[in-house]
């Protein structure tokens, strides 16, 4: 299939209009950041807590948020997490009075006052293997002896565990009892000694501030590091004002990027960062190839000029750029649609860096490229050697 | 076929054999990381000054029984810092018989200057670093045992550096997380006091109840504790009574052997003990002298329970308190495993549960299973025959990386399985470079097998530089990332050198053997 023959735009005659247009769209995103604080700074950069929560009834939202507030945290982050009908919460606070440890040890209690009003013994949702197989080996329902209890009882223990792994969350006897290897005695004696609380804590993050401050210093460090490093790299292999261009074209893609995914509302965290960073590739990848492309016209005939140049170029390399563009969106795009949730800010930086890389590499890199050449010549010396230092290839 | 093909087309038969063969058996070959199977991730700093403390204190108490013992009686010393104390109370005369003691005594650890009343010690550098240093090494020692006695696969507890104060710790698998955070924090200190007030029977109602049995001030050798009142069915702290114990040990969690989970004449949870011989010579006089008397048990400065001493005991008791059956176990646990010689902090905590885990692996997957779908029936579509060439490459390149996970030992991830979607699309980037530039040679006019020599060396240098790009951010992403995200980066270069073996390589193998036979022919499905 032939997606465009020969084809022959004119992309550097509207590149004024597109700088313009990337300039806005960065301006806005940079607005939203800076001066509407919309950059939603998850526990490792901010430090503070996460919890993931399970509830087997659907809590209300503002009764969750004035029971958290109650326990004397303000300014509690309260998100619905998972599928619909999952009662899925994430509820993140802020580092409280300086303290290292995080708030868990204030919020849990507050919602075991609230949910699990009459718990008495131990809560089957909020305990693991060991302890459950601890509380049946000195009862020893199903009655195998002491010398076997540790092996047996083990057994059991992580088969029930295994069950709850599968639902997060026990709602009731009958699905404790579908348990393989859980004898009827036993089950019994678990009804007795232990009862089902109404909410399971999933996961739980604590960042104190020390380490979040560590962490985004690490962040910076990452990225500063790609983007010299790939500008040092273009340099050696091609030209200065190309290295410029693929350079200016990426922060480009990273900064309207950033914009976007600050006016969502998604958290910035660590994994967020990843995301960046392979963007980050994804854009330079999508630059040098049409670069590569316009080093080999360079080097067939030196006579044209640049802007002729690179608008042959990238018409050259257009299939290309819509093939791969659109294989990656795609992937990304159902990356985001099904990923899970945990994923979803990874997928959507993924997605719309994608897409603002292509055009990026289409009209962004190539007029940087051309302004630096207009307003500083051509680049170092230190290009054109490296270009001219590799062997010629033979002309078709 | 030339001898040049089938050498190559062997290589690739090779590796793809050697990657099935370190995959298998499938789901048991891959580490994966805490956040798809659950698990904890502790970064926890040992707080050092606490054993800082607790040496000056030491050496105080050892100066003063000394220079008492050389006959320089009532010497009074009061720590200022952590690492400094002043000693006075004694003759201005008596002063270089003091620093004698301190010379004999003190190991060198420390230096001192005369003031106008008597000397003010500070520990030297030297000695302040080694005993923080021994410090956390003791703790990462402790914290080792009883992470092995709760019995946790493939445990990582290491010091972040060599001089760090930090210590990480990772717990895959563990479905239990606030008991094990527990457990490793628990100072887990044990001493064993006489009561001095009240004398046997149970603590006093308040702290000044005692303070007014002594009149007002406390004796020297004295020092109060709290015992927590507790309910005994749902555990809930109802009061504090309140014990004057003798600041002297008559044993301490040293001094044991061995400790075992027991039951006491009510069949309540206890924790039975047997000393080591110091132990018990030191426990069996005190307890001979003191018949009738009260003993604390206190951990971690709480009573636990005084119970009246009977008789002489020597080698062997039980430690009686409101325990459920899961404190005792905890206990011995702790004590078999030794005190940490300082507290804890945990400064960063990550805790995932097993389900969360699960729902996680089941979404990446299907993620990756839909992401290939589409990919594969996007080149069928725009490259038919050719595409089945890449769609063969792609699938290589995907086992391969799994293959070079389980071969490194390398950890999956979660974004770990989207690095590995995205190298999904991104591979694809390779093929469409070589496909391309192969339509541009045909309509150039060239016949098929010259189309694809120069398909395949004029993409390279584009595929190279563009790789190499990413394989820069996935080198700064490793050196600077933690946890999955550091998965992701290895997960993200394997996958890059994956691309470029199978995108530039094999393709080309397989080209070739299609074309081999057929050097005039003219026509390429592309």
């Known amino acids: 299939m032939e997606i465009l023959r020969n084809p022959n735009f004119d992309f550097m005659k509207y590149r004024r209009f597109w700088v313009t247009v990337s300039v806005l769209t960065i301006l806005a995103g940079l607005f939203g950041i800076f001066f509407l604080g919309r950059l939603n700074f998850g526990v490792d950069f901010a430090g ?228 960046f960073l392979t963007l980050i590739g994804y854009s330079v990848n999508d630059t040098v190839v049409t670069f590569d492309r316009v080093r080999e016209n360079l080097r067939k005939s030196r006579s044209v000029d640049t802007l002729t140049l690179l608008n042959k170029s990238i018409n050259q390399t257009l299939s290309r750029t819509i093939l791969t563009g659109g294989t990656t969106i795609l992937v990304s795009l159902v990356l985001y649609l099904y990923g899970g949730d945990v994923i979803r800010g990874f997928a959507f930086v993924m997605f719309v860096g994608v897409i603002v890389g292509t055009y990026s590499s289409i009209f962004i890199a190539s007029p940087f490229a051309l302004l630096w050449e207009r307003w500083f010549g051509m680049g170092g010396r230190f290009g054109r050697a490296g270009a001219a230092a590799k062997p010629a290839r033979a002309n078709r | 076929m030339s001898k040049s093909l089938l050498w190559r087309l062997g290589l690739v038969v090779a590796l793809a054999a050697l990657a099935a063969w370190r995959l298998w058996p499938p789901g048991e070959t891959i580490n994966l990381g805490l956040d798809l199977q659950g698990g904890i991730h502790l970064l926890l700093r040992v707080e050092t000054q606490d054993a800082v403390r607790a040496e000056t204190d030491k050496d105080m108490d050892v100066l003063r029984r000394e220079a008492a013992d050389d006959g320089v009686a009532g010497i009074a010393t009061r720590r200022l810092t952590d690492t400094t104390f002043e000693a006075t109370g004694f003759a201005a005369d008596r002063l270089a018989a003091v620093e004698k003691v301190a010379r004999d005594w003190l190991g060198g650890g420390w230096d001192w ?179 009738g008397r009260g003993l604390a048990i206190v951990l971690d400065g709480k009573v636990v329970s005084a119970p009246r001493i009977n008789s ?84 290589l390149n995907v086992l391969l990386i799994f293959g070079a996970l389980a071969y490194f030992g390398a950890t999956l991830t979660l974004p770990g399985i989207a690095g590995i979607v995205l190298t999904i699309g991104m591979a694809i980037d390779a093929s469409v470079l070589v496909f391309e530039r192969m339509k541009e040679e045909l309509r150039a006019g060239k016949a098929a097998r010259a189309a694809i020599d120069a398909g395949f060396s004029n993409a390279m240098s584009s595929i190279v530089d563009a790789n190499i790009t990413t394989l820069i951010a996935a080198l700064f992403l490793f050196q600077f990332g933690t946890g999955p995200v550091r998965g992701f980066a290895v997960t993200l270069s394997i996958g890059i050198f994956g691309t470029l073996f199978c995108g530039v390589f094999v393709s080309r193998v397989l080209f070739d053997l299609l074309y081999a036979n057929r050097p005039r022919a003219a026509k390429i499905s592309i």
Not at chain 1, 59 to 79: F, H, K, N, S
């Open chain 2, 312 to 395: 002489r005991i020597t080698d062997s008791g039980i430690i009686e308190g409101n325990f459920s059956d899961q404190d005792a176990q905890d206990l011995v646990t702790t004590l078999r495993s030794g005190a940490l010689p300082a507290g804890i902090t945990y400064l960063e905590d990550r805790t995932v549960g097993p389900s969360l885990g699960h729902d996680s692996i089941q979404s990446g997957m299907r993620a990756g299973l839909y992401g290939s779908l589409l990919t594969v029936l996007f080149m069928l579509i725009v490259y038919r025959l050719s595409g089945i060439n890449s769609i063969i490459a792609l699938a």
């Open chain 1, 48 to 275: 503070g807590t996460q919890l993931t929560l399970k509830f087997r009834d659907r809590p209300d939202v503002e009764a969750l948020r004035d029971l958290i507030g109650r326990a004397g945290i303000r300014e509690a982050v309260i998100q619905t997490f998972g599928s619909e009908g999952s009662n899925e919460f994430i509820v993140r606070t802020p580092i409280i009075g300086g303290s290292e440890e995080g708030s868990a040890a204030l919020v849990l209690p507050a919602l075991n006052a609230r949910f699990n009003p009459d718990l008495r013994g131990t809560d089957l949702n909020q305990i693991g293997a060991p302890t459950l197989a601890d509380l049946l080996i000195p009862v020893d329902p199903d009655g195998v002896g002491t010398e076997r209890a540790r092996d047996h009882y083990t057994g059991v223990a992580e088969s029930v565990m295994a069950q709850r792994k599968a639902r997060g969350l026990f709602s009731s006897w009958d699905q404790v009892r579908e348990a393989g290897g859980l004898s009827p005695a036993a089950l019994e004696s678990l009804r007795g000694s232990t009862m089902l609380g109404s909410f399971a804590v999933l996961g739980l993050e604590n960042v104190s501030p020390q380490v979040g401050a560590e962490l985004r210093q690490r962040g910076i460090l990452a990225v500063v590091g790609a983007l010299v490093g790939m500008l040092l790299y273009i340099w050696v292999r091609f030209e200065l004002r190309f290295g410029v261009g693929a350079t200016m074209a990426t922060l480009h893609d990273v900064l309207i990027t950033l914009g976007l995914y600050a006016w969502f509302g998604y958290e910035f965290n660590l994994t967020t960062v990843a995301a």
């Open chain 2, 113 to 291: 200057e005369r003031t106008g009343a008597g000397l003010v010690f500070e520990m030297e550098p030297a000695n302040e670093r080694s005993i923080r240093d021994g410090a956390v090494n003791q703790a990462l020692q402790t914290i080792r045992n009883r992470v092995d006695q709760f019995g946790v696969a493939e445990p990582l507890i290491a010091r972040q550096g060599l001089e760090s104060e930090r210590i990480v710790v990772q717990l895959p698998g563990v479905d239990d997380p606030e008991r094990v955070k527990r457990l490793i924090k628990n100072t887990a200190f044990l001493e064993m006091r006489l009561c001095e007030y009240p004398w046997v029977g149970g603590g006093a109602p308040s702290r000044q109840a005692i303070l007014e049995h002594y009149g007002g001030r406390l004796p020297e050798d004295v020092e109060v504790y709290p015992e927590d009142e507790r309910d005994p069915a749902t555990g809930k702290l109802l009061g504090q009574t309140f014990y004057a114990l003798e600041k002297r040990r008559v044993i301490t969690g040293r001094d044991l052997r061995s400790a075992n989970p027991s039951r006491g004449q009510l069949g309540q949870p206890v924790v039975a003990f047997m000393l080591s011989a110091d132990g018990a010579r030191a426990f069996g006089e005190a307890t001979g002298a003191n018949v």
